[in-house]
């Protein structure tokens, strides 16, 4: 169920699971969430991926950044590089949940 309107394509987060709508949905209605596969997905301007980085989703932002910030989630790698221009990116989704959000550094 949509915690909040979503596009198709919009990255979708709740709890630790994070995956991209397969169409659009309003709130409350049921959205079809795609956690395995390679999708082009909306990136954070500003910072460059080379194939294989770790991607992140920010939570609050729902872009991928290369960035393990704090509370950001482990979602897959990137497949191919894309400049810091760039606003998608092509991500291989990694189809599991990971035990929690990136931890605070010590």
């Known amino acids: 169920v949509a915690l909040a309107a979503v596009a198709s394509g919009g990255f979708v987060a ?3 699971l994070c995956g991209l709508a397969a169409h659009d949905a309003a709130i409350g209605e ?6 395995t596969g390679v999708h082009d997905v ?3 301007a500003g910072t460059a991926w080379a194939a294989g980085d770790p991607i992140y989703v920010d939570p ?3 872009v991928a950044t290369t960035a393990p910030d704090e509370g950001n989630l ?5 497949i191919t590089a894309a400049d810091a221009a760039a606003t998608t990116g092509r991500l291989r989704f990694n189809g599991a949940a990971p035990e929690a959000a990136v931890a605070a550094p010590a």
């Open 42 to 44: 909306p990136k954070a």
């Open 14 to 16: 709740q709890g630790v």
């Open 30 to 35: 049921d959205v079809e969430v795609n956690l």
């Open 60 to 62: 609050d932002t729902l």
């Open 74 to 78: 482990f979602v897959g790698a990137a």
